[in-house]
T-cell receptor
């Protein structure tokens, strides 16, 4: 199994631009999580989906952030417009129906907003 | 409310010595408890978990953790540290009865094993 796949691995953009981060969960997993990691705030859960349905988006910072999961094998996290304070590493994780409590993380997308 | 505390930002240990990375938790009811490790420029990797049963849980790379309900702790341990164990370690908790899948992570402890 290839594990959780995230793209791009690195993204540098200018303030005000739209940024789209992509995630492919492990095949057969039905829960998907988006996290943000910064030095100041540590690891924060932004949103998670169960069976493609958003369950808890209370961690989404503001309206500039949106996430979708159109099918079981793909999710996006979009920031529009981006701001320098959005600079962070964004992780996607997934878990299986049989072992929902164990999350498997992707390698992350390192985002820098100038 | 659920939370995890990792009281030490940094732990240094000499290679070959035993190591302990501390974690305490707060949760209503019975917890699921986890340890994850993060190597530089990588995502978090699952190490071990406690759900029920034996309080001593064994995981990957020779790590183990002991669930202590009275002290609400779940410290990570290894009898003999390796330089390659140097990484960032995260403790996490999930409450059993919430039905929610999300984990609450601690702030992380950076372990440095000195050759």
């Amino acid at each position: 199994d290839a594990g959780v796949i995230q793209s791009p691995r690195h993204e540098v953009t200018e303030m005000g631009q739209e940024v789209t981060l992509r995630c492919k969960p492990i095949s057969g997993h039905n829960s998907l999580f988006w996290y943000r990691q910064t030095m100041m705030r540590g690891l924060e859960l932004l949103i998670y989906f169960n069976n493609n349905v958003p369950i808890d988006d209370s961690g989404m910072p503001e309206d500039r952030f949106s996430a979708k999961m159109p099918n079981a094998s793909f999710s996006t996290l979009k920031i529009q417009p981006s701001e320098p304070r959005d600079s962070a590493v964004y992780f996607c994780a997934s878990s299986s129906p049989e072992f929902q409590e164990t999350q498997y993380f992707g390698p992350g997308t390192r985002l820098l907003v100038l | 409310a659920q939370s995890v505390a990792q009281p030490e930002d940094q732990v240094n240990v000499a290679e070959g010595n035993p190591l302990t990375v501390k974690c305490t938790y707060s949760v209503s009811g019975n917890p699921y408890l986890f340890w994850y490790v993060q190597y530089p420029n990588r995502g978090l990797q699952f190490l071990l978990k406690y759900i029920t049963g034996d309080n001593l849980v064994k995981g990957s790379y020779g790590f183990e953790a002991e669930f202590n309900k009275s002290q609400t702790s779940f410290h990570l341990k290894k009898p003999s540290a390796l330089v390659s164990d140097s990484a960032l370690y995260f403790c996490a908790v999930r409450a059993l009865q919430t039905g929610a899948n999300n984990l609450f992570f601690g702030t992380g402890t950076r372990l440095t094993v000195i050759p």
